[in-house]
């Protein structure tokens, strides 16, 4: 397990927490004073003792930072260490436009001045962390552009949740529900209908190529008779703000015409390909059978 010491300034210890509880969850070993030094104890001898003990030193590079006795006494321990052991242990870090050391400026630094993510991505990079580790259900679409990184998975559990909200919500209004399949992928409608100029729908889709949530008010039961530019609403990038859209809707049909009374119908199922069938199938054979050996049985 690689450790780190995080050498900062006071001025940026709500970041540095952050980014040490984030390295943490990598399972990287952290040296944050704050939960190292205890009261009474010598801060001169603890950071030594932390420097000395960890692999690496993380430089938070900022204006404070670098105006710091502390920061460059630290800085300072380390380069010697990093001569005598002959190996790069100090990994820049940088959190805000400042004048760059010079002996780091030929260094690859992780850069979090303009995305957090991207920067965890790089720090997590020098410690031989792949991308795939860092992607959670909150910042998956950070990694769409990342051939590498798995982030599919996070998207498909994100719309499950979704269409999982909105048909709940659906059946407590007694509206109607109707998800797309492989025409327009990605998408639900909502609909209630009462009578000839008594009804509503709203269908919504995750954009394929913004990753947004964009809506539409178009009078469909089935959002596969939709063009893609027939979404023209911004929703937004969440379950929740989808959520709240689509509530609204819903309340503003209830007070002007009250609830459906018609006995509503729900089509959920997930829109799948030849390849997802045939997958699907084998697994439902394989669970079905008590032979559990790899050898192939005659049929």
């Not at 104890?41 to 960890?54: D, F, M, P, V």
């Amino acid at each position: 397990m690689p450790s780190v010491f995080l050498s900062h300034t006071s001025f940026d210890k709500p970041f540095v927490e952050k980014l040490a509880n984030d390295l943490i969850r990598l399972g990287i070993k952290v040296w944050f004073d704050k939960w190292e030094i205890k009261t009474g104890e010598s801060l001169t001898w603890k950071i030594e003792e932390g420097i000395r003990a960890n692999e690496y030193l993380g430089i938070v590079l900022s204006p404070q930072a670098l105006a710091s006795e502390w920061v460059r006494s630290e800085l300072g321990a380390a380069w010697v260490k990093q001569m005598n052991l002959k190996k790069v242990i100090i990994l820049p870090i940088l959190y805000q436009d400042c004048d760059v050391p010079l002996f780091l400026q030929d260094r690859k630094y992780a850069d979090f001045r303009n995305d957090y993510s991207y920067g965890l991505g790089e720090l997590a990079s020098g410690f031989g962390i792949k991308n795939t580790a860092l992607i959670s259900p909150g910042n998956w679409r950070k990694f769409t552009k990342d051939k590498f990184a798995d982030w599919k998975k996070y998207k498909e559990e994100e719309f499950s949740l979704l269409v999982t909200n909105l048909v709940n919500l659906a059946i407590d209004y007694n509206w109607s529900s109707w998800v797309g399949r492989t025409k327009m992928p990605y998408s639900i409608c909502l609909r209630a209908f009462i009578e000839q100029h008594k009804e509503q729908s709203i269908s919504v889709r995750l954009d394929g190529k913004t990753n947004a949530y964009m809506a539409t008010l178009g009078s469909e039961w089935n959002p596969n008779r939709f063009k893609a530019n027939d979404f023209n609403i911004y929703v937004g990038n969440t379950v929740n703000e989808v959520e709240e859209f689509v509530w609204r809707v819903i309340e503003d049909f209830k007070m002007n015409y009250g609830i459906p009374l018609n006995a509503r119908y729900h089509h959920t199922e997930k829109f799948s390909k030849k390849s997802e069938i045939y997958k699907t199938a084998l697994e439902f054979t394989q669970k079905m059978n008590w032979y559990r050996g790899l050898k192939k049985l005659p049929n």
